[in-house]
């Protein structure tokens, strides 16, 4: 069976009904680890919710007795009344007390073991999530995937800690009290019963439209998200093009659409709600007044009477709250489907293999061809052919789009659906695992992305678990160490989001620090000085000099000047490598690298 087969097995599995409360207990299986709390929690929650059954048998006993003296035995005296009615009242206040000491415990360790297995949820998706294929990541729109499973996390949380819960006590209200009613008189239980199989039916017809609202509300309120992410991605545009009033109706649009929904939705939600709560209430009001004719025929006495109207508005509680725990686990329901497919979806194959020993650096294609899976028809690459030897230099230019970052891409094994053959050492791609690929080869971006940290930790990326001195070390032969020190707190001062903004060339020889201390065997480094000035340009070219020393290298470029010194320059443009030769070979061709040369690679 295929692995889509599988999934949309899954997918009508868990369409039912019936799964919903099964897909929102399955979440209990992260909560291995906190099984000592919580199954003491559930324990309590049982015993809290056995106890608050004797709040109306007392109460129930209380009213009953002060009205018929001495326990329905005639001749009582008024003392004894009183005897009997504090002897109650003692027990009455004792299973309060004890309610509420076992309460406490409870709301802890649900909350404990509940955010205990949460934080088990979002490590297994983080950790899955990191591991995906880099078309999945690519594919979404920005923004997406992290308020999606912000969203959905959300959902689950609030089921886990409170809704299951609610659902505990619930059954053990509505399964105690029905006993009890049905002590004090069956023909009453009946009707109340008789209101049991409505709300049933009521759930089966309104739980499915409420699942598929709450669906598709998470997705539109995940949209207005994504145009919240995005606006301040691209803040510096948005600014610049006075695109405020632009961008605040992309979001106005967004949502009014989520608010559509979510109305709608909301129309089955209440209608539900109001339904079983009529229901219910004209259920114990019929109760009350047939109660009261049994009463006055002398078929029912005091004390059951009332203990039974009690008990009634208890069974009635409960049931009221049917409706909303439904609809909660519908909800989750939707949501953990949607972590399930995500922590289902296929990782990066053949991560690790068995074989591998670390790379030596040679790199070849023969007929290599692509087309990016989210545009197949879009074709990149369309029969590649080169060869770089161990050490060499290879520069590669050509026309901006015409898939030279995407040969990186593929040598960094990011995506796997190309044809032809990928070698590395003479080894295809695919029988190395990526892990050993991965860390024989560095990169140096054009634009670098730092983390939030300090500049050390940003450094240490490169080989986490470096020393200071090998820190320093490594930015020494980058270029960096001299601003880096100037920085009042040096090596500690803060980067990324929350700290400091670098240059962009203060960046670049950040990466490139990062990638002397991985110490790779293959180095790919795409129009690292492209963006630069030429002060920092010159800083930069000489620290990426010393790093190329004695490594395979890959060069993308548009300046001459990194261009002219490579041992041999690709020429790719049109999916395929034009020319290929020395810049003197190349110049004397007068073909598309000498044109190249003239109108775009400037000095
Ligand atoms: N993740 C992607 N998904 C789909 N198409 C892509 C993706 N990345 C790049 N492309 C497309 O592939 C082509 C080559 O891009 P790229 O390799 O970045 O060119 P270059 O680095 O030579 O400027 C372009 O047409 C670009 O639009
Ligand atoms: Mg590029």
């Known amino acids: ?76 005296t008024e003392a004894e009344i009183i005897a009997n009615v504090n002897g109650i009242v003692l027990w009455l206040i004792g299973a309060l007390l004890l309610q509420s000491f076992i309460t406490y415990w409870r709301v802890r360790g649900f909350i404990k073991s509940g955010e205990g297995a949460l934080n088990e949820i979002r490590r297994t998706l983080f950790s899955r999530m990191v591991r995906l294929p880099m078309n999945y990541l690519t594919e979404k729109r920005s923004g997406e995937l992290s308020s999606r499973i912000a969203g959905d996390l959300a959902i689950m949380r609030e089921t886990l800690i409170t809704t299951v819960p609610k659902f505990g006590r619930m059954i053990v209200t509505l399964i105690g009290g029905l006993i009890v009613i049905f002590m004090c008189s069956w023909k009453l239980s009946l009707i109340m019963i008789g209101s049991v199989p409505i709300v049933v039916i009521a759930i089966a017809i309104f739980g499915k439209k409420i699942k598929n609202y709450s669906k598709a509300t998470q997705d539109a309120l995940a949209d207005t998200n994504i145009v919240v992410e995005e606006t301040i991605m691209g803040i510096y545009d948005t600014k610049a093009f006075c695109n405020e009033e632009y961008e605040e109706n992309r979001y106005d649009s967004a949502l009014e659409k989520f608010l559509n929904i979510t109305v709608s939705g909301a129309k089955a939600r209440a209608a539900f709600i109001s339904f079983i709560i009529l229901v219910l209430f004209s259920t114990v009001a019929f109760i009350v007044w047939y109660g009261a004719q049994m009463l006055a025929k002398g078929e029912i006495n005091i004390e059951n009477y009332i203990q039974f109207i009690l008990f009634s508005v208890f069974v009635a509680a409960s049931l009221g709250s049917v409706p909303e725990i439904m609809s909660q686990l519908q909800i989750t329901s939707g949501a953990t489907e949607r972590i399930r497919d995500l922590i289902d979806e296929e990782l990066e194959a053949n991560y690790k293999s068995q074989s591998d020993s670390a790379l030596v650096g040679s790199i070849s294609a023969e007929n290599l061809s692509f087309a990016y899976p989210s545009r197949p028809e879009g074709q990149v690459l369309n029969g590649v052919n080169f060869d770089v030897k161990t050490g060499e230099r290879v520069a590669i230019v050509g026309p901006s789009g015409g898939g030279k970052s995407t040969i990186f891409s593929l040598l960094l094994g990011f995506y796997q659906e190309h044809t032809g053959e990928l070698k590395f050492d003479g080894k295809p791609i695919s029988d190395i695992g990526l892990e050993s690929l991965r860390n024989s080869i560095a990169v140096v971006p054009q634009e670098v992305l730092l983390f939030g940290g300090s500049i050390e930790e940003n450094i240490a990326y490169g080989k986490p678990g470096s020393s200071k001195q090998e820190i320093i070390e490594a930015a020494k032969q980058a270029n960096a160490h001299d601003f880096i020190t100037e920085f009042e707190t040096g090596y500690d001062t803060t980067v990324g989001a929350r700290g400091i903004k670098l240059s962009g060339g203060q960046r670049q020889r950040i990466a490139i620090a990062r990638a002397i201390l991985a110490d790779p065997k293959i180095l790919l480094l795409d129009e690292a000085t492209s963006a630069l000035d030429s002060e920092s340009e010159r800083l930069v070219q000489s620290a990426l000099n010393t790093l190329m020393e004695g490594r395979t290298s890959m060069i993308i470029a548009h300046r001459l000047s990194t261009v002219r010194d490579a041992d041999r320059i690709l020429v790719l443009s049109g999916g395929k490598i034009e020319e290929s030769g020395t810049h003197e070979e190349l110049m004397a061709m007068n073909g598309t690298y000498e044109l190249l040369a003239k109108t775009q690679l400037g000095d």
């Open 1 to 76: 069976m295929s692995s889509t087969d599988k999934k949309s097995e899954k997918k009508e599995k868990r369409g039912k009904a019936s799964q919903s409360l099964k897909d929102a207990m399955g979440l209990y299986g992260y909560m291995d680890r906190y099984k000592h709390i919580f199954i003491p929690s559930l324990l309590a929650l049982y015993t809290t919710a056995a106890l608050s059954l004797a709040f109306p048998y007392f109460l129930s006993k209380l009213i009953g007795r002060s009205m018929t003296p001495g326990d329905g035995v005639t001749g009582a």
